[in-house]
């Protein structure tokens, strides 16, 4: 008798405790649709992926070793089909460790686009999409890419201040206004969305491009910062609700989040990063397609191998 009692309370334990992981689970599915279905009703003014070229030629290899390489595009294009590659950096992910490093490709390198000849880097998106930006990669660098996404800079300001709710602090050195349709102070100050569009895109000094690379690494490196701990993970489905109207990407969902989750609550580090070329390590020179950096190819591509490799990178 005390034996039939004792197994009925065990089952009953036992059928309460399941359908409490149940009702839990089907809350936690509720609320990430409604987060996911939020971002994307506040990212209503993007232009959504059925309305983008579609780039179903990329033929991106297989991840190793649980390391993904993702080319990131910005375009500087103003509504034209065949828009340059303003912005072209690859993202390194170790699923291992949750590190992240970014590679910064200068858009003056003046390389070989396969098919086209010499051209700078840049070029490649505009006659041949991401299929070509990175066989031309694979070309000069013997670097493999496994994913591309490409950020329409519209929707960074919205993400940015979703992921960094009260802003990100910069001290810009100097006044900033050409060509990005506002003006800068110089100063230490806390930046958000449209305004750190701005610094991150502004290259109308004697650093020109330079500069404007190193205020990107240094806002990926510190939007990361701000990403980690519960207030961004709670988040996460409403950020890339939010994200998908703005970003053409091959990048499968669960790997998404995986990345996503990996770098919110794993135990990474801060984003190293690599400039390309490096210091000393290329030329200025006008050539046929106007001002160019040549590069010392073999110097960098060295470089950014090592630096994508398993090992620790540096940052340059």
């Known amino acids: 008798m005390e034996n039939r009692v004792r197994t009925k309370k065990k089952r009953k334990w ?11 689970f089907i809350s936690v599915v509720i609320y990430c649709v409604y987060q996911y279905k939020n971002g994307l009703a506040e990212a209503s003014n993007g232009k959504h992926m ?21 080319l990131l595009l910005g375009s500087d294009s103003r509504g034209e089909e065949h828009a340059r590659s303003d912005t072209l950096m690859i993202a390194h992910y ?9 590679a910064s490709i200068m858009r003056d ?22 299929e070509l930006v990175r066989k031309t990669i694979k070309e000069n660098f013997d670097v493999d890419i496994n994913y591309y996404a490409i950020v329409d800079f519209e929707g960074f300001s919205k993400i940015v201040d979703l ?56 806002v990926v490196s510190k939007l ?11 988040n996460l489905p409403k950020i890339l609700g939010m994200a998908t109207p703005y970003i053409d990407t091959n990048v499968d ?6 990345i996503g989750k990996g770098l919110i609550s794993g135990d990474s580090k801060k984003v190293e990063s690599i400039r390309i070329p490096l210091e000393d390590a290329y030329e200025d020179e006008t050539v046929n397609v106007g001002a160019v950096l040549r590069l010392d190819l073999e110097k960098n591509k060295q470089a950014l191998r090592d630096f994508l490799s398993s090992s620790d990178g540096s940052s340059q």
């Open 14 to 24: 036992l059928r309460n405790s399941l359908l409490t992981l149940l009702l839990l």
């Open 50 to 70: 059925d309305e983008q070229t579609s780039y179903d030629d990329f033929q991106g290899a297989e991840p190793q070793f649980g390391e993904i390489n993702i």
């Open 94 to 102: 170790n699923q291992k460790t949750h590190n992240m490093k970014v």
């Open 109 to 130: 390198s003046y390389v070989d686009i396969p098919g086209h000849g010499k051209k700078k880097i840049n070029a490649a998106f505009a006659l041949g999409g991401p």
């Open 163 to 218: 992921v960094a709710p009260d802003g990100i602090e910069v001290d810009i050195p100097h006044e900033m206004s050409y060509g990005i349709g506002m003006t800068l102070l110089p100063g230490k100050q806390i930046l958000h969305g449209d305004k750190l569009l701005g610094y991150v895109r502004f290259r109308h000094d004697r650093l020109s491009d330079f500069g404007r690379v190193e205020r990107q690494q240094e």
């Open 224 to 234: 990361k910062e701000q990403a980690v701990g519960v207030h961004s993970l709670l």
């Open 253 to 258: 969902t669960p790997t998404i989040l995986s």
